[in-house]
């Protein structure tokens, strides 16, 4: 069935490094990914997004990779800073006529100052 | 612009009652989706609507309906509620249901069921 996986559940840098956050998902189909970033008590917020047929995007400090025969996909971080904590989450989408994203478990980000 | 916006912002019922959520897309995207994210979960996909017309559901019982207004504006209606009902009910806009267009999510609706 549809599903997305997200490695690690909790994160702690420290300000100025970097951090990963991985992907995989079991649907083939699967054509398009967003990233987002969700704060306490606020809804997810689109942070990147990449599609198919591109394998790295990038956005200042933030930059996602797409691996279509491994299945994964990752977002990378540099130079985090204490307003990049928060919860991130992956999605997969891209099955035909509809936009369900099938979402990963998200990841809790803390940096540490 | 406005963004994605929902109503109310937070809602406490009892079991068995029955709850309206409200949500106005951005302005141009006629198509809504609704998601619900059980407190350290990732959102988990509802329906989706675009035109008017239900274009996809998610594994939900019938308790969950919704419709989608001339405006584009969408309702979520959720009846005989259950405790395992509270949630943050999300709902997200975007311009197209297909081509891949990015999906924007309001600041959810926080149901609490007592």
């Known amino acids: 069935g549809e599903n997305v996986e997200q490695h690690p559940s909790t994160l702690s840098v420290q300000e100025g490094d970097s951090a990963v956050i991985k992907c995989t998902y079991s649907?083939?189909?699967?054509?398009?990914f967003p990233w987002y970033k969700q704060e306490l008590g606020k809804g997810p917020q689109l942070i990147i997004d990449i599609r198919s047929n591109v394998g790295e995007k990038k956005d200042q400090r933030i930059a996602v990779t797409l691996n279509k025969t491994a299945k994964h996909f990752s977002l990378h971080i540099t130079e985090t800073q204490p307003e990049d904590s928060a919860v991130y989450f992956c999605a997969a989408s891209g099955l035909s006529g509809t936009y369900k994203y099938i979402f990963g478990t998200g990841t809790r980000l803390k940096v540490l100052a | 612009d406005a963004g994605v916006t929902q109503s109310p912002t937070h809602l406490i019922k009892t079991r068995g009652q029955h709850v309206t959520l409200r949500c106005s897309p951005i302005?141009?995207?006629?198509?809504v989706s609704w998601y619900q994210q059980v407190l350290g979960q990732g959102p988990q996909f509802i329906f989706q609507?675009?035109?008017?017309?239900?274009?996809g559901r998610g594994n939900f019982p019938d308790r969950f309906s919704a419709r989608q207004f001339p405006n584009y504006s969408s309702e979520l209606n959720v009846n005989a509620l259950l405790l395992g009902d509270s949630a943050l009910y999300l709902c997200a806009s975007s311009p197209a249901v297909q081509g891949r267009a990015s999906q924007y999510f309001g600041p959810g609706t926080r149901l609490t069921v007592l």
């Open positions: 649907d083939s189909a699967s054509n398009y």
């Open positions: 609507y675009y035109e008017k017309e239900e274009r």
């Open positions: 302005s141009g995207h006629k198509s």
